[in-house]
């Protein structure tokens, strides 16, 4: 399935057996096409970025991928298992936790309980299940703290009073502190600040190093383009390119996304 | 000072209701010159807001999902009906469970439209409400179904509302146990955080693995039962009911709500203070039976009171919610 270039593949993840793997995927929204015929690896410990432009189906594929949606066709593996049922839920049990751009909070919950949601700690009194509060305060309160919040911020307030910015960071804070095994960042820098972005991307990297996979979706191809081991481009819901990052320089990947796969670049063979 | 209010608002809503509270019995004492502050009135304000008040925590918790529920007086209507219609044949204990069953099976049958077809439920509990009002009437065919002598004597039958304990009408201690009950699964559980996650936004809950379609489901099963129960405390202690029993109390309830500071789109629910709002509610029918107004004025107290209350929740919450 991977695109050689010039002859050369990558070995040493080519001979891993891909974590999550999706298989022929296709999805429709009543007439409309988002997804065709898509079929993509992903191994552990890569930092994989996909890009394409707008409406490529960049979403709507990690979306399957985080149980949001079924596929309309196609099947998708995680560690080798066929998924049968798509939901959060089964997903996020699985260790894959995605940072989307216009959902995961709900406004009206403090920031402790934002961060906990759908997997409150609890404590046990007479048997029944109460939240634990205290848990909820100390731990969204240190994790806020660790990643730079204001210190006005107070966990039991309502997260409706953060910035637009500090929502996306204590998303991607929320995502990162649990165990996790996959990493998905859809268009993790948009509203941040120069500074803030350099900081997620140096996060997406050390992610990869502790031998996460990390899924890395954006428009901005020089950022991607620095960081990401693998570039998988999406164009009209197919998948046009997949290659290792040294394969290819950012006029070829410029070019791809801009003739959208039609005339791939010079030297680059299309998958 | 601002953002004091703001924190203020924020985290104690219903604040405002129980000032409101204070400010309203004062003033009815006043001008009544003392008797809306009797012990006889009191009681029975209290026994009339028990009652509204576990209808309207169900409706609060429905709220709280971002959902309406708007059959709760049809439904309080048919737990009245299955309770007394049983109780002489039955016995008590039995019409009490079958009442409750009824609530049930309506809020499941609210739910399943609501949560799984995805009808809105304005529409899916305005066919409820017509439903269940119109087999009110047909079981009654015009009749009342009364507590018998020997049903009044049964230990059920007083325990329900039908009897008092030092002077509280029973139905006061269920509308408090009821309270207690649900203020620690909302504000205490972890189901309760999905509740108001679900009411403040359904996808991002749906996104962090929250079964939104059993929370919604849930939320009208127990407005369901809640409601049916209303219908059996009242039913107990008036001792009879006939096919209107329980019509336009869901306004009631939904006032109650909104004015015990329940936010209408969800997410933001106060149980204290909804208690507290059907205080007021009650109170000012009373207040109006002691100055002698026509008591078909109260609908349209009532109705000015949800569009102030309204107004009042968004400038509040938009005052709380600045930054």
Redesign the interface.
Same mark, same amino acid.
């Given at each position: 399935m991977r695109t050689e270039i010039d002859g050369k593949t990558d070995q040493a993840i080519d001979s891993k057996k891909p974590l999550i793997s999706i298989k022929n995927v296709s999805l429709s929204y009543g007439n409309f096409q988002a997804l065709t015929d898509v079929s993509v690896d992903f191994y552990q410990g890569e930092l994989v970025g996909l890009v394409g432009d707008n409406g490529a189906g960049k979403t709507t594929l990690i979306r399957i991928i985080?149980g949001?949606i079924p596929p309309t066709y196609g099947e998708v593996y995680f560690d080798g298992e066929r998924i049968t049922k798509f939901?959060?839920?089964k997903?996020?049990?699985l260790g894959l936790e995605?940072i989307?751009q216009t959902?995961?909070?709900?406004?009206?919950?403090s920031v402790g309980?934002n961060y906990?949601?759908?997997?409150?700690p609890?404590k046990r009194i007479f048997g029944?299940?109460?939240?634990d509060?205290k848990k909820i305060r100390e731990t969204s309160a240190k994790v806020v703290h660790d990643f730079g919040l204001r210190d006005t911020v107070d966990v039991?307030?309502?997260i409706?009073?953060l910035?637009g910015g500090e929502k996306q960071t204590f998303k991607i804070a929320r995502a990162v502190t649990f165990r996790n095994r996959v990493i998905i960042m859809d268009e993790p820098t948009n509203h941040l600040s120069v500074r803030e972005r350099a900081h997620v991307n140096e996060l997406a990297v050390q992610l990869k190093r502790q031998g996460l996979l990390v899924i890395y979706i954006t428009h901005d191809i020089f950022q991607i383009h620095r960081i990401a081991d693998r570039i998988v481009i999406l164009e009209n819901g197919r998948k046009v390119t997949d290659v290792p990052r040294d394969a290819m320089n950012l006029e070829n990947l410029e070019e791809i996304i801009r003739d959208g796969g039609r005339a791939p670049a010079k030297g680059v063979k299309s998958a | 000072m601002r953002q004091f209010i703001g924190?203020i608002v924020?985290?104690h809503p219903e604040g405002i209701t129980i000032s409101l509270v204070v400010l309203i019995s004062l003033g009815f004492a006043v001008i009544t010159q003392g008797s809306w502050l009797s012990v006889g009135n009191l009681q029975s304000i209290s026994q009339l807001t028990a009652v509204l008040a576990v209808m309207a925590f169900g409706e609060a918790i429905v709220i709280a999902t971002g959902e309406i529920d708007i059959s709760v007086g049809s439904v309080s209507g048919i737990g009245a009906l299955t309770f007394l219609g049983l109780a002489p044949i039955a016995g008590s204990g039995i019409a009490l469970l079958a009442a409750l069953a009824c609530g049930i099976l309506i809020g499941a049958m609210n739910g399943v439209f609501v949560a799984l077809v995805g009808i809105p439920s304005l529409l899916v509990t305005l066919g409820s409400l017509f439903l269940f009002q119109g087999i009110g009437y047909a079981v009654t065919s015009g009749f009342s179904f009364a507590a018998t002598n020997t049903v009044r004597q049964q230990f059920v039958y007083n325990a329900v509302g039908g009897g008092g304990f030092a002077e509280v009408n029973t139905g006061v201690i269920w509308a408090l146990v009821i309270l207690v009950v649900l203020q #620690?699964v909302v504000f205490?559980?972890?189901v309760?955080?999905?509740i108001?996650?679900v009411?403040?936004?359904a996808?991002?809950?749906?996104?962090?693995?929250?079964?939104v379609g059993r929370i919604k489901f849930g939320v009208f099963v127990v407005s369901g039962v809640l409601a049916a129960f209303a219908g059996v405390l009242d039913a107990a202690f008036i001792g009879y009911a006939d096919g209107s029993f329980g019509a336009t109390m869901e306004l009631s309830a939904i006032a109650a709500a909104v004015l015990g500071g329940c936010?209408l789109a969800?997410?933001?629910i106060s149980l204290i203070g909804t208690l507290f709002g059907a205080f007021i509610l009650r109170g000012i029918q009373s207040f109006l039976i002691i100055l002698g107004v026509q008591p078909q004025w109260y609908i349209l107290v009532v109705g000015l009171i949800v569009v102030l209350a309204s107004l009042a929740d968004r400038t509040l919450t938009r005052l709380a #919610?600045k930054?």
């Open positions: 985080s949001i939901h959060p839920k997903a996020i049990d995605c989307q959902i995961g909070i709900c406004d009206n919950l309980r906990f949601l759908g997997r409150e609890i029944l299940p109460f939240l509060k039991d307030d309502e409706a009073l910035s | 924190s924020r985290r #620690l205490e559980a972890p309760g955080n999905r108001l996650a009411g403040g936004d996808g991002s809950s749906f996104s962090r693995g929250v079964n936010h969800g997410g933001r #919610l930054k």
